[in-house]
């Protein structure tokens, strides 16, 4: 059985591969379920083992108030592009 880091790190690693079939070399961990910081520390593992980049939020939380703090920016910036401001 897997102990809770050598878990995360699979995770991790399962999300690099899936972030290289897509070209990708950035990864973003958000989400309630990163406010566990062992996860986010043993996931980040994973990916970083894999040569990723990782992001998660460090001056927003990483649940509802900062999807809507994007939300909002996304809001602010079409506006803007409209002529709006």
């Not at 950035?26 to 986010?40: M, P, S």
């Amino acid at each position: 059985m897997l102990d809770a880091a050598a878990r995360g790190r699979e995770i991790g690693r399962a999300c690099a591969r899936a972030a290289a079939s897509h070209g990708l070399d950035t990864v973003v961990l958000a989400g309630g379920v990163f406010a566990n910081r062992r996860l986010l520390e043993a996931v980040a593992a994973g990916l970083h083992e894999q040569g990723l980049r990782v992001l998660h939020p460090s001056r927003l939380p990483v649940g509802d108030g900062a999807i809507s703090y994007g939300q909002a920016a996304v809001a602010a910036c079409l506006d803007a592009g409209a002529g709006g401001g």
